[in-house]
């Protein structure tokens, strides 16, 4: 993917919310870098400060944690949509999680401290990064009460019947998937399977 490219992907995404002037764009491209990920590449190690915020321009993300060795997904995240440790990149101090690249990955990567500067000159950014990031919120809300809430099938259920998941159920492995949905892959095979004969 061509830098053009990338870079007209994140306004065709940032204008959804609210279009941007020349300017804004401008600034947007010249506080920001794109980056070509490679399979298996680490945007973000568990413990090191987070300064980025990446948009996916191309390519597949995990987050993750460990847990007595055992990886602990807690978010994937793919094309026209944004990445990062955001109570790591708001308060500074150390990560939770790992952010891995999980195919071939172009990213567009945005510093906090340039966003923060964006932000306070231009109204339009501000607002734009606002309701992201409330996005954001909201979206984790939803997901930590299905989690603790559903039993597996029904996590199971969700997961194949809501289309943002179609993209990472066609092009991520079971294990995966099933950390994402906090159950062994054994459990996640056999609710699969009942899921998809409609029980």
Request: proline share 3%; net charge positive.
């Amino acid at each position: 993917m061509t830098e053009k490219l990338a870079y007209r992907y994140l306004f065709y995404t940032l204008s959804r919310i609210r279009p941007l002037k020349y300017d804004e764009k401008a600034m947007i491209m010249e506080n920001s870098r794109m980056m070509h990920c490679p399979s298996k590449t680490l945007l973000l190690k568990e413990n090191d400060i987070c300064r980025h915020i990446f948009f996916i321009a191309k390519g597949i993300c995990r987050r993750y944690f460990y847990d007595n060795h055992q990886e602990c997904i807690t978010d994937m995240a793919y094309e026209g949509h944004f990445i990062t440790s955001y109570a790591g990149i708001f308060s500074g101090d150390a990560c939770f999680e790992n952010i891995e690249a999980l195919e071939d990955t172009v990213v567009i990567s945005i510093s906090g401290k340039n966003m923060v500067e964006l932000k306070k000159k231009f109204p339009a950014i501000r607002e734009i990064f606002d309701e992201l990031i409330r996005k954001h919120i909201v979206e984790r809300e939803k997901t930590i009460y299905y989690m603790r809430k559903l039993d597996a099938l029904e996590r199971c259920r969700l997961f194949f019947t809501q289309p943002q998941y179609k993209k990472i159920k066609q092009r991520v492995s079971n294990k995966y998937i099933a950390s994402l949905l906090q159950m062994s892959p054994e459990s996640f095979s056999r609710m699969k399977k009942k899921v998809l004969a409609g029980k």
